[in-house]
């Protein structure tokens, strides 16, 4: 989602890890954020996202599944959140409408395939100084 013009206000953010020691580690977290004003709009915007995520993380790969819901209050009637942007289809009207629902789902993958500058195979206790 892009969020351009935006003033963002962190709540809180929570983090919970599943397995404490060792490889491989599972977490939760949740992310809330904030956000208002009139985005090209007549009336004030009240925008809550709040975004949790489950992660999976093992010695060189990373999942990210991120599941946001959204809620947005003073809406103006015609008008939709698209994209991160309010999208207006009516340029005269002061009745407004709320709208929440579940945001764009990203589901992102990370791998290492080169630590330090050189080809990983493995631990090597021959390379330890």
């Known amino acids: 989602m892009r969020w351009i013009r935006l003033f963002l206000i962190p709540i809180f953010g929570t983090s919970i ?3 404490a020691q060792g490889s491989p ?6 992310l809330p954020s904030f956000f208002q004003g009139s985005f090209g709009t007549s009336s ?12 999976y993380q093992d010695h060189d790969l990373r999942l990210k599944l991120t599941v946001p819901y959204l809620s947005v209050n003073g809406l103006p009637n015609g008008a939709a959140l698209s994209g991160g942007n309010v999208v ?28 330090g500058g050189r080809p990983y195979a493995g631990h090597c206790t021959v390379c330890e100084n």
């Open 25 to 30: 580690q599972f977490t939760v977290g949740n």
């Open 88 to 115: 207006r289809r009516n340029k005269s009207t002061t009745k407004t409408h709320d709208a929440n629902g579940l945001g764009d789902i990203w589901l992102a993958a990370h791998y290492t395939a080169i630590q």
């Open 17 to 19: 890890a599943g397995i």
């Open 44 to 55: 004030t915007l009240n925008i809550f996202y709040d975004a949790t995520y489950f992660q």
